[in-house]
């Protein structure tokens, strides 16, 4: 019975350290580190992260006038330079993807195949769709 009992620990210890493993080691530090976003990446971001604050700024101003927490003179105030803001910032991205298309070179539109492939034909929609 005792030889069963120890056996039955020995084999539940085995479990937990198999399982628990992965979590006990030193990871390596080349795994957990990601990489640094280069200077285009690092300023896309910023572009996105300005519209995310103007466009939810937007959206609070809206939502405070609904609700009458703002009046209609301090909301016509406010909702200029916010969309200004917004309509810059979507500029800005339209401008920096511009540019980066053309660094990366042109891209042929969806309907047209790669150079190469044959062309692909488009079977009519039935009335049904």
Same mark, same amino acid.
């Given at each position: ?22 979590? *006990? #080691?030193?990871?390596? !530090? +080349?795994?957990? =580190? ?6 285009? &990446? @690092?300023?896309?971001? /910023? ?34 330079? *916010? #969309?200004?803001?917004? !309509? +810059?910032?979507? =500029? ?6 511009? &540019? @980066?298309?053309?660094? /990366? ?25």
């Amino acid at each position: 019975m005792t030889i069963a009992i120890v056996l039955g620990i020995a084999v539940a210890g085995g479990a937990v350290l198999l399982v628990a493993w992965p979590f *006990l #080691r030193e990871p390596v !530090a +080349a795994d957990d =580190r990601l990489d640094a976003p280069s200077a285009g &990446e @690092a300023r896309r971001l /910023e572009l996105l992260d300005e519209r995310d604050r103007v466009l939810g700024a937007l959206k609070e101003l809206e939502f405070d006038h609904r609700t009458g927490k703002i009046g209609d003179e301090d909301y016509r105030s406010q909702i200029g330079p *916010l #969309r200004r803001s917004a !309509a +810059a910032a979507l =500029r800005a991205i339209d401008r920096y993807g511009a &540019e @980066a298309a053309a660094f /990366e070179g042109p891209e042929l539109p969806p309907e047209l195949p790669p150079p190469g492939e044959p062309e692909r034909t488009l079977e009519p929609r039935s009335s049904r769709d």
